[in-house]
T-cell receptor, first 116, second 113 residues
Framework: DAGVIQSPRHEVTEMGQEVTLRCKPI?????LFWYRQTMMRGLELLIY????????DSGMPEDRFSAKMPNASFSTLKIQPSEPRDSAVYFC??????????????FGPGTRLTVL | KNQVEQSPQSLIILEGKNCTLQ??????????LRWYKQDTGRGPVSLTI?????NTKSNGRYTATLDADTKQSSLHITASQLSDSASYIC????????????FGKGTKLSVIP
């Protein structure tokens, strides 16, 4: 099993540019999570999908952030326009869920985003 | 508000020595507590999971304890190795099967030769 795959691993962009982060969950997992990690705040949940449907997006900072899951094997997190305060490590995690019960979350390697 | 506090923030120990990391939580309702290891540049990986009724759980040289009455947990690392250098994150789940996790900010452990 390849685990959760994220791309790119590193992204450096200039303020105002659009950034798209990508995630491929573990095959067979039906729940997907996007997290942001900073030194100050630790890990924070941005959005949670179950069976490709967004269930909880209350952690999305503002309208500049959007996430999609067009199918069970792919998700994107987009920031447009990006700002320096968006600099962080973004993690995707997936789990196998049954009904409302969510199993152990497995994390990808993360994307380190730097906005200049 | 659900919170997880970890101490110390960082720790440096000599290879071969033991250490204990602390976690205090105020999460309700409580379902389970996990300790994650996060190597530099990698995602967190689960080391142990404990439910309300479990007091201790071991995974090799890692032993986690849980006191549900005082809402405290500890992670003890025995005979530390250089590869133990990482951040250790305490994570509490609220409610059985809940997707909502409360993360501590982690303890950064450095093991030096």
């Amino acid at each position: 099993d390849a685990g959760v795959i994220q791309s790119p691993r590193h992204e450096v962009t200039e303020m105002g540019q659009e950034v798209t982060l990508r995630c491929k969950p573990i095959s067979g997992h039906n729940s997907l999570f996007w997290y942001r990690q900073t030194m100050m705040r630790g890990l924070e949940l941005l959005i949670y999908f179950n069976n490709n449907v967004p269930i909880d997006d209350s952690g999305m900072p503002e309208d500049r952030f959007s996430a999609k899951m067009p199918n069970a094997s792919f998700s994107t997190l987009k920031i447009q326009p990006s700002e320096p305060r968006d600099s962080a490590v973004y993690f995707c995690a997936s789990s196998r869920s049954s009904g409302r019960a969510v199993g152990e979350q497995f994390f990808g390697p993360g994307t380190r985003l730097t906005v200049l | 508000k659900n919170q997880v506090e970890q101490s110390p923030q960082s720790l440096i120990i000599l290879e071969g020595k033991n250490c204990t990391l602390q976690c205090n939580y105020t999460v309700s309702p409580f379902s389970n507590l996990r300790w994650y290891k996060q190597d530099t540049g990698r995602g967190p990986v689960s080391l142990t999971i404990m439910t309300f009724s479990e007091n201790t759980k071991s995974n090799g040289r890692y032993t986690a304890t849980l006191d549900a009455d005082t809402k405290q947990s500890s992670l003890h690392i025995t005979a530390s190795q250089l590869s133990d250098s990482a951040s250790y994150i305490c994570v509490v789940s609220a409610g059985a099967g809940s997707y909502q996790l409360t993360f501590g900010k982690g303890t950064k452990l450095s093991v030096i030769p």
